[in-house]
């Protein structure tokens, strides 16, 4: 038996040795499934292929959780690693709802790659066989990518290592963090660099701008004149020189910067504000007030995450409840008058969803909200499409509770607890079951506005400072502040709060302003709600409403270690040079 497969052997290798010697040119060829550098370098549509996926790894704000969960405005109902951030248990070793690919534009390895993609780019475009005017624009569009991973860096974890080389298998790995300081002027000069080479119009639909480079510049700035960084533990989470006034001047002149483009305008083509409000998220065209946007193709739906009516919609119609609003948020939206909406004041109390800021209504679906066409499995309980999330209705017939609940008839499981659900983002129209192709904005015009009134505040430039803040208010129907000192502050954050709410600011808004102690640490609540009705199915028969507040499972404890994100473990274990943030 041995003796035949030794001759088995010197058979196959004396064919292999044949086939080579009559035609080598056959093992020669390249794989069919690879390209060579020459071949992506050297043309167009590969260079911009190369660089569409870099563009996608930037990711979008609304995957299935949402970073707005991850905060006093929202609860996310199935858990997914998010009650580790809130309880304030996150470590290197449980980076919790973040070790998730729906929040993987906040991961520290996920960026590293992306930014290891995009010094490639770098390395590699300048010897590119192409046009002096495409090599510009994308060398525009990669730096401003560069600066966008790295500000996400720096929001999460303060000072990180600047990695602008690209690293074959012999270098040595290990880099030591920047400071704070040194971090957020990389990302500066990255977003200037962009902003030089990139033209004020898009050269496509989805491509960075010089507008959005300069935008990113004012968001940077905005963040580093924050309160969180003027007294750090260290260079790494703050800055040790400089002076705070400095920052909040550079802050304002990048913010003027965007401004002063006159490229840009508050999307306010409809009388109605809360329409205003609405369209800004789901007209499907590259609108006045978009800087830059994500646009999506409804055929890639779960390629790109993008389901947000799926993901969040209510459960009484087939949604998944996912990112709900909770009391908290709803009660942050001011009366139409501009005062203060309060539990105590009886008006208020009896009739909690009448006369509301009108981006409450483009917001938040609530109890009797009209909603989309109730589809055939939900007529029987609702004719009107309007929400239901009341804790019961007493009729004639008996007595039922509302269709989306965790008690309802429909999907009971998927309902949400606070009794809210999302209503931004979220295009009328289309059911749950449909993919909508609505874009997701990165930078928009009110943040850069916005922006600018922060750093006036901190100015001392309170005039300027309630110009500009009430232009978002009179776009949203609201009556102009008159605030000055502390009130004027408060009313600020609040109207950030309410204008870029599910924008993934309000995360980083809570901690930079240092308010984190006290907003998280306040259990969410949501509402219960009763009322009486001669038929079920038909709103407007409805009356004799009860609104009480309730407690729901979503217990928050502020850890001061959470200014901050961890290095996760095994990065920590990869470079002994890392030093871990605070607290873990």
């Known amino acids: 038996m041995k003796a035949i497969i030794n001759k088995l052997v010197l058979i196959i290798l004396a064919g292999i040795f044949a086939f080579s010697a009559c035609d080598t040119e056959l093992l020669n060829v390249s794989p069919t499934s690879q390209l060579t550098d020459d071949t992506v370098w050297n043309d167009v549509a590969l260079i911009d292929l190369y660089l569409a996926d870099i563009y996608r790894r930037m990711h979008h704000g609304l995957d299935e959780v949402m970073l707005e969960s991850l905060t006093d405005n929202s609860h996310f109902i ?24 729906d929040l993987q534009h906040f991961r ?21 066989q192409v046009s002096e ?23 999460a974890y303060g000072g990180v290592p600047i990695i602008t080389q690209v690293y074959g298998l012999g270098d040595d790995y290990e880099i030591a963090r920047n400071t704070f300081e040194e971090s957020v002027n990389f990302v500066v000069q990255e977003a200037e660099r962009a902003a030089e080479l990139l033209p004020v119009v898009p050269r496509d639909l989805g491509r960075t701008s010089q507008g959005a480079a300069l935008a990113l510049k004012s968001r940077i700035l905005t963040f580093a004149a924050s309160d969180l960084f003027v007294s750090p533990e260290s260079n790494l989470t703050g800055y040790t020189s400089g002076s705070q006034q400095a920052r909040h001047q550079a802050a304002a002149d990048a913010a003027k910067d965007v401004i002063d483009m006159g490229e840009y305008e508050l999307f306010n083509r409809h009388a109605d504000p809360a329409l205003n409000y609405e369209q800004i998220f789901i007209v499907n065209e590259d609108h ?6 994500r646009y999506f193709v409804g055929s890639r739906d779960w390629n790109d995450r993008w389901l947000p009516h ?23 939206f001011e009366v139409a008058d501009g005062t203060e909406f309060d539990w105590n004041n009886p008006a208020h109390a009896s009739a909690p969803y009448e ?43 008996g007595t039922f509770p509302g269709v989306d609940t965790r008690n309802g008839p429909i999907e009971d499981w998927n309902g949400g607890y606070s009794r809210y659900y999302l209503r931004k983002f979220i295009d009328p129209t289309m059911p749950p079951q449909q993919r909508q192709e609505t874009p ?12 600018y009134v922060e750093a006036n505040i901190g100015l001392d430039n309170e005039e300027e400072a309630r110009t500009y803040l009430n232009m978002i208010r009179e776009r949203a129907g609201m009556p102009d502040v008159a605030d000055s000192g502390n009130e004027l502050v408060r009313r600020y954050q609040n109207e950030r709060r309410v204008e870029l709410f599910g924008e993934e600011h309000r995360y980083f808004d809570v901690r930079r302003w240092m308010i984190a102690p006290d907003v998280m640490n306040q259990d969410a609540q949501g509402i219960r709600i009763t009322a009486e009705a001669t038929d079920r199915r038909d709103r407007s028969t409805y009356s004799n409403f009860t609104y009480e507040l309730m407690d729901i499972p979503s217990a928050r404890s502020w850890n001061n270690s959470h200014y901050f994100s961890p290095i996760p473990f095994d990065e920590m274990n990869r470079n002994s040079l890392l030093v871990q943030n605070p607290g873990y």
């Open 108 to 128: 520290w390895g996920h960026l590293y790659s992306a930014i290891r993609q995009t010094n490639i780019m770098l390395d590699n475009i300048e010897e590119a």
């Open 288 to 293: 006045e007030e978009n800087i830059f946007a």
């Open 133 to 155: 005017e495409v090599r510009n624009n994308i060398k525009g569009e990669a730096h401003f990518l560069r600066a966008y991973f790295y500000h996400n860096l720096v929001r």
């Open 355 to 397: 006369n509301r800021d009108p981006r409450f209504y483009a917001s938040v679906l609530y109890d009797g909200a009209p909603w989309v066409d109730p589809p055939s499995f939900r007529e029987p309980y609702d004719a009107t499409g309007h929400i239901q999330t009341f804790q019961e209705v007493v009729t004639p017939n």
């Open 78 to 101: 199935h858990g997914y690693g998010v009650p580790d951030i809130l309880q304030g248990n996150a470590s290197a070793s449980n980076i919790g709802a973040f070790n998730r690919g």
């Open 310 to 332: 799926q993901f969040n919609g209510p459960n009484g119609y087939r949604g998944w409840a996912g990112n709900t609003p909770v009391q908290a948020f709803v009660d942050a």
């Open 440 to 451: 997701y904005p990165f930078f928009r015009y009110a943040e850069v506005i916005l922006n």
